[in-house]
Each structure stands twice: as C-alpha cells, then as structure tokens.
C-alpha cells in the first residue's frame, strides 16, 4: 500500500527511539547511538517501535538516522556489512508492525550529514559542503534504505536549505514517497534561512508528500505549521522534542521536561496532519497526544 496522506486524517507518529532505549538499559553514548543495537540487540529496537504501536502511534521511524558508512567503518565494520545493517534498521519497524496486528506505516530515518559527525552539528548546518557534495554523501545511504523498502523515507532533523535540496534531489530521482522536517529555531533553520525560502524547496516535488519540522521546542512548531502550509500546500508533519535541548559539547539534555500535551490540538487546527514526537518522548505522551486530538473535531 502506497503511503498517503489526506487532509481529512490525522497520522500520530513514534516518540524518542534512543530515549526509551536508554529507558530500557542501554548505553547509547557512542558515535552510532541507537545504531549500534542493530549490530546486537535488534530484539530491543523492535520492542520499542512496538511500545508506540501499541500507544497509538501510526508510523515507527526506524534506527537509520545516525548509522552512516563512516560511522560503522570506525567500529571496524566493512561496507557490506554497513549495508546489512542499514537494512536492517528498516526490519524491527516491520516485525513490530507484524505484532500489533500488522497495521501502521514505517518510516526509514535519514539523519542529516550533521549526525555522522556526532558532535551536535545538525543544529547548526552549514558544514562547508555543496549540495553536490551533500548529495554525493547522501547518495549510498539513501539507495540502501529504499532498498529495504520502507513506506516512506523521514527526511529529518534538516538544518539548513543545502541539505534540503541535496535529498530533495535525490528523492525526485528515486521516486520514492518522503518528508522533508527540518531541525528550526525561534522561527527559522538551524543555519539561519527563512522556513518560507526552506519550505519552498520541497514545494513542487511530488514525491515529498509531507513538510514540517522535528527536534526543535513545541514553541516553535505552531508558526512553522502556518508557514509550510501556505507555502507548499502539502501535509505538514511535527515531532518536536520534550522542551529539552540537546547540549552537543557535553552530550546531555538541558532545560525542562514534558511536552504540553495540549499543543497538539493547535497544530492540527493549523493544518498539521502527522504529529509526534523527537527526542524525550515518550509511549505515554504519544498516546496523550492522541487522545488530545480525538476529542477535537477537525
């Protein structure tokens, strides 16, 4: 089945996959982060995407978004098995499908190039790399994932407009359904740019089928919904985190906790139509999430 959206349906996407891996034990402090259960405790990973199926949620966002080529290789692991891998980061969102019933979406999480460089760099963009140059990095990642034949690829955490265009790019190529979420703050991309000249690079390309943003403070999300819907016309996707940011030097999270429930609602009244959470999310919130939104009419 086709991933489609419509403006009558509201979708609830996942929360946090690292946060409640580490919930559950798991030391997620490496370069890889949740990447590297896929070398040994895929079993874990499908445990969680199943904990959000079973809250509500209609889409798992799958463990790709910081596994990269240059990440593996420095844990000493060849490109072939690289491959596997990726691969199979799409396979856990399957079976935990399988185990609620066999419904809902999966969604292949492709990370910025920010992500492989491990240091936070995702929040500010701008790596001194082309859109070519981006594109060609993007390029290997991205042809694995579709390989693996997820539903829809999550285009997520984007900092800047390069990077936007370089998987905009590829994606056309591919012809494979995709969002486009970028990483924004106080109104604008990581790296500074207007989200009316960001949300317009996904305008006219039919195979982004949603635009919107993720990992940035709820705050933010309610003018970015406006922004993306009048620019693009598309379905509009928010995932923002819990309130918390991310403190790259010293990788932790700062700041206060728990995510107004009652945000939800005002997004969708703006013209969001798949809501979720990033980082710090919880099964719970998801599912308060969406039992927000049913007891609105829309």
Not at 226 to 244: C, D, F, L, M, Q
Request: hydrophobic letters at 45%; glycine letters at 10%; proline letters at 5%.
């Amino acid at each position: 089945m086709v991933f489609a959206l419509s403006n009558d349906t509201v979708l609830i996407a996942d929360g946090g996959l690292a946060t409640e891996l580490e919930a559950r034990g798991h030391d997620l402090s490496d370069d890889l982060w949740s990447a590297r259960l896929l070398m040994d405790r895929p079993d874990e990973i499908t445990a969680v995407h199943e904990a959000f199926y079973r809250a509500g949620a209609d889409i798992a966002t799958t463990a790709s978004y910081q596994a990269s080529f240059e990440g593996f290789a420095e844990r000493g692991i060849a490109r072939g098995e690289a491959e596997r891998l990726m691969v199979r980061s799409v396979e856990p969102a399957k079976a935990a499908r399988d185990n609620v019933g066999g419904t809902g979406w999966v969604a292949a999480s492709v990370g910025p190039y920010g992500a492989m460089l491990a240091g936070g760099e995702e929040y500010r963009g701008r790596y001194g790399l082309s859109v070519a140059q981006l594109a060609y990095w993007h390029r290997p990642r991205m042809e694995v994932l579709v390989s693996a034949e997820p539903d829809v690829l999550a285009l997520e955490t984007i900092p800047d407009t390069d990077e936007a265009a370089a998987l905009v790019g590829l994606v056309a190529e591919f012809g494979t359904p995709a969002w486009l979420s970028y990483t924004i703050a106080d109104g604008r991309t990581r790296a500074g740019q207007p989200l009316a000249e960001a949300f317009a690079i996904a305008a006219d390309i039919p195979e982004i089928v949603a635009v919107g943003v993720n990992c940035c403070a709820p705050g933010d999300v309610l003018e970015a919904v406006e922004v993306a819907r009048s620019v693009t016309g598309k379905p509009v996707i928010v995932y923002p985190n819990s309130g918390e940011q991310w403190d790259g030097a010293r990788r932790v999270w700062v700041g206060d906790p728990g995510l107004n429930i009652d945000l939800a609602p005002q997004w969708v009244a703006a013209g969001a139509r798949i809501v979720g959470g990033c980082c710090r999310v919880r099964p719970d919130e998801v599912a308060a999430m969406k039992a927000a939104i049913s007891a609105h009419a829309f």
